[in-house]
């Protein structure tokens, strides 16, 4: 019971983390609510599904393709529909909403609204101490950490981190520094996009593949997202494994506990910000005018 | 006599207020048709569709008046629709209350939820009020849930009275609701409060610097739009005999933000436009089930590509134009002001889209 909430919890935490993670990326730098985010996380499950099950290739250049090529559609949204309406905060959410379901329809068209169940890429389990941990829990563990390692070190060690972060601050001041912000924005998209669609390649065979399955996490995303300080890749990371955690013990503990687990996280994020109304980390700007 | 005074008066009304604008002109026809539409055809499918494109215009509506004037984004809007939803139909189904008095009982409860919600969240602004928002209706639907003594759970609540005896009873008192309701939210924010609502979304530190108590006015925005998303709940449930959870779905409250930013927000007609055009393209759709949904997505998003402010208002500023000095609208083909006869040639003085 407790090994299977603490793995559970992690696995849960570390997905949500890297859908955070990424939705905080884009819209500290472009200011973009982008709800069409998990919606490429159910796409690049529908790849790993096709690829791995239907043509039998390889889990690993499997992977490969389908984080490529659902980055590439997220470049490819983002320059065509995003971009041309930006200053217009609230229509870009609209637009997004829309090509979320777009996308959800074009899968529902494609494959149809059946649950389809994901084999395991690497089948065994390891047992640690008398608890036996499957090779893909381990995996998503992992590659969640080194993937998040490895944002870690884009952002805070090379130049393109820095104009991200830069960009973040302050848009106008990093264009007049010379930094081509359209740019940035374009390649944080792809590199947020990115990290959806690693999520969605390790969430493929944990779970049901179904055209429905962006709209808990989308709702738990922005939860977190909210709960840690909207921008702050800290406060992103602390909501993800507090509300994986938080879902899991319900899931777990409750009877009917399934039906509450999103009841549950978000009353935990109302919570928060009624103490903290800026959330865990975020920074109390002056009053924006 | 008198008859003949007013005659002329309403004569001379129409000719110098209404025949000017074009918006004018199609306001009225769209009022013409909706009360004429039953004399000429009593296909019940068709005045189905319009009285829900009624209710869901009160909604988005309501949505245009909390979230376009004050700015407050509201990501949770079902909430309100569907808390009046569950309380009319359980007031009507445990009580026996009447439908005349339900619908104002349920839109009291969902002001009720929207002081709930608004004393909290007004410590939040922008993308976290959105976001905070957005959680509540997911909230109650876990409740309603967990508790389907009460609820039905997924099955909802059914067996409630209908809202009229006959089906074009119903439709007259959807549409007149709409019309009655929609110029009340109009002249809402034409009045002296809903000028402090836009200057609210411009800036609220400056508004709070003239001494007047913000708290107050969002709450009250929180309220009233609760209020109108309430009435359109109840007529729901009244009309489609059922309060089921999908009142409280996330992908509700995206609908109406969608259909208000669709028409155009802050103008109140807007969301109303929007409702009625997405709403039976919709169904029309329904002659293509399998891509209907696909197809509307991308109506949507090519749309908002050419008209990001939204279709109504790049209508109107296409056939409209403000005049430089009494700041009146005419008609974009006329040389001199209506009104104060200035020209109206100076196009580069008309500041922005975003003229009322």
């Known amino acids: ?289 | 006599m008198a008859v003949l005074f007013s005659f002329r008066r309403i004569r001379l009304f129409f000719q110098k207020e209404v025949l000017v604008l074009p918006s004018r002109v199609i306001a009225f026809f769209f009022c013409l048709t909706l009360f004429l539409l039953p004399l000429m055809t009593k296909d019940p499918y068709l005045l189905r569709i319009i009285i829900l494109s009624s209710i869901f215009a009160i909604f988005a509506a309501s949505w245009d008046l909390l979230s376009g004037f004050t700015g407050q984004m509201n990501f949770g809007h079902a909430l309100f629709f569907g808390v009046a939803a569950y309380s009319s139909a359980l007031l009507n189904l445990r009580l026996g209350f009447p439908p005349w008095m339900t619908i104002p009982l349920g839109a009291l409860s969902a002001v009720i939820a929207g002081l709930v919600v608004g004393i909290p969240c007004l410590r939040l602004r922008g993308p976290y009020l959105a976001l905070a928002t957005l959680a509540f209706p997911i909230i109650l639907m876990g409740i309603v849930f967990t508790i389907p003594g009460i609820t039905g759970g997924e099955l909802g609540v059914s067996g409630i009275k209908p809202l009229a005896s006959s089906r074009i009873a119903a439709y007259y008192i959807c549409v007149i609701l709409m019309l009655g309701l929609g110029l009340l939210m109009w002249k809402i924010g034409d009045s002296k409060t809903g000028i402090i609502f836009h200057a609210i979304r411009e800036d609220e530190v400056a508004v709070r610097a003239s001494g007047i108590n913000t708290t107050r006015y969002k709450l009250l925005a929180f309220s009233l739009s609760g209020f109108f998303a309430g009435v359109a709940g109840g007529l729901y449930t009244h009309f489609i005999r059922i309060a089921g959870p999908s009142t409280l779905e996330v992908s509700l409250s995206f609908q109406a933000i969608i259909w208000a930013i669709f028409g155009g927000v802050v103008t109140i007609y807007g969301p109303i436009a929007g409702v009625f055009i997405l709403y039976p393209l919709m169904e029309f759709l329904r002659i293509l089930p399998e891509i209907r949904t696909l197809l509307f997505g991308l109506i949507v998003v090519i749309i908002l590509l050419f008209m990001p402010e939204g279709l109504t208002t790049w209508v109107r500023d296409k056939m409209e134009e403000e005049c430089p000095r009494c700041k009146v609208r005419n008609v974009a083909w006329r040389k001199t002001c209506r009104i104060c006869f200035a020209d109206m040639v100076q196009k580069s003085n008309q500041g922005g889209t975003n003229g009322i």
């Open chain 1, 1 to 289: 019971m407790i090994e299977n909430i603490l793995i559970n919890g992690l696995i849960h935490g570390g997905v949500y983390a890297l859908l955070a993670v990424g939705f905080s990326l884009i819209f500290g730098v472009a200011r973009i609510v982008n709800i069409a985010h998990t919606a490429f996380y159910m796409i690049a499950a529908y790849l790993i599904y096709t690829f791995s099950t239907r043509f039998g290739l390889h889990p690993f250049p499997a992977i490969a393709f389908s984080i490529l090529l659902v980055t590439l559609i997220g470049i490819a949204v983002y320059q065509l529909t995003i971009k041309p309406i930006q200053e217009h905060e609230i229509t870009v959410l609209i637009v997004t909403i829309a090509v979320a379901m777009v996308f959800q329809e074009v899968m529902l068209l494609l494959y149809g609204g059946h649950f389809r169940g994901n084999p395991s890429l690497f089948a065994g389990y390891l047992e640690i101490s008398g608890v036996r941990v499957s090779y893909q829990h381990l995996l998503t563990l992992v590659v969640v950490f080194f993937v998040l390692l490895a944002t870690w070190w884009i952002l805070l060690k090379t130049r393109l981190g820095i104009a991200i972060r830069a960009t973040a601050q302050d848009r106008e001041v990093a264009n007049l520094m010379g930094m081509n912000v359209n740019r940035v924005a374009m390649v944080t998209m792809g590199i947020a996009v990115a990290m959806a669609a690693i999520a969605g390649v390790l969430v493929a065979p944990l779970s049901v593949v179904e055209p429905y399955m962006w709209l808990h996490p989308l709702v738990m995303m922005l939860a977190i997202v909210v709960l840690g300080g909207l921008g702050s890749i800290k406060g992103s990371l602390a909501g993800a494994f507090i509300l994986g955690f938080a879902e899991t013990l319900v899931v777990f503990l409750i009877p009917l506990g399934s039906f509450l687990k999103g009841a549950f996280s978000l009353t935990i994020m109302i919570v928060v910000l009624l103490i903290r109304p800026e959330g865990l980390f975020g920074v109390v700007f002056e009053e924006e005018r």
